[in-house]
Each structure stands twice: as structure tokens, then as C-alpha cells.
């Protein structure tokens, strides 16, 4: 799990790609406004600033969906302790019927795409931020997914 976050950068690039448009439209209105003050043709310099201002607009709607869908990446430490706690889920989730499996995995968003140059499966979810579901008692059995109040 740890190697495979290590390889989400897309989100880092998008992330640092917005905030160096943003600090390009500001030195733009920063030269723009220093343009007007010496005496350029307003019309003309109006309209530059409209296109920075549109342009560090953009960047920052674009900073903020990627902070806002940005993963949490997790340690060692984290994947360990989290492994732990689910205790033995493989035979829980053996034994568990059909629909239940498909709708835990559907309320996962749960993805399985096949590399047939290394023969294996890639595993990947996203975990609702807003889900609330608690699984009780794993080790001992499996207990339907509720939800708090």
C-alpha cells in the first residue's frame, strides 16, 4: 500500500502546477498595475489584466478540487496498525454472501483492473469521507455495517 501511494503524484503536480499559475498571474498584476501607474494605455493594459485575473482564477478553482480530492497518504506505521485492526477480514469476507461482499465493495468504490504483463491485479478504493459505517466484532464473525446516528 505504501509503495503504491508513493506513486500518486498526479495530484502533487496538478497541486504545484495551479500554485505556480497563481504566482504568474500575480507578478503579471503586480507589472500590469505598475504599467498603469507609468503612464500605459489603459485599455490595452485592462484588458492583460483581465486575462491574469481569469488565469489565477482558474488556478485557484484548480487548487482547490485537487486539495479537496487530495488522499491522505499513510506510514508504515499506519497501513500496519490499520492490517491489525481488521483482524482476519480475507475469511470474514469468504464467508460473507455475494451482495453483502458486492455492496461493501460498491460503497468502497472499490477498483480491480488486471496487469497481464505482471500477472497481478491492482487493488485500488476510495473511502467516502462522509460514510460512517462501523463493522463490530470482526474477528469473532461478521455483524452488518451500521450506521451512526
Not at 64 to 77: G, I, P, V
Request: without cysteine; proline residues 4%; hydrophobic residues 40%.
Amino acid at each position: 500500500m505504501a509503495t503504491a501511494q508513493a506513486n500518486m503524484s498526479s495530484h502533487d503536480l496538478v497541486i504545484d502546477q495551479a500554485r505556480r499559475a497563481i504566482e504568474e498571474s500575480n507578478a503579471k498584476l503586480v507589472n500590469y498595475r505598475a504599467a498603469l501607474d507609468a503612464g500605459a494605455d489603459p485599455v490595452v493594459i485592462t484588458s492583460w489584466i483581465a486575462q491574469a485575473q481569469a488565469a489565477k482564477t482558474a488556478a485557484e478553482r484548480n487548487l482547490r478540487e485537487a486539495r479537496r480530492t487530495q488522499t491522505q497518504a499513510l506510514s508504515h506505521e499506519e497501513i500496519a496498525a490499520l492490517v491489525e485492526d481488521l483482524g482476519d477480514m480475507a475469511s470474514a469476507l469468504g464467508e460473507a454472501e455475494p451482495a453483502e461482499k458486492a455492496d461493501l465493495y460498491r460503497q468502497l468504490d472499490l477498483r480491480l483492473t488486471y496487469q497481464p504483463s505482471t500477472n497481478t491485479v491492482k487493488a485500488e478504493l476510495k473511502i467516502n469521507p462522509a460514510y460512517r459505517g462501523v463493522m463490530e466484532r470482526v474477528r469473532g464473525g461478521t455483524q452488518p455495517l451500521r450506521t451512526r446516528p
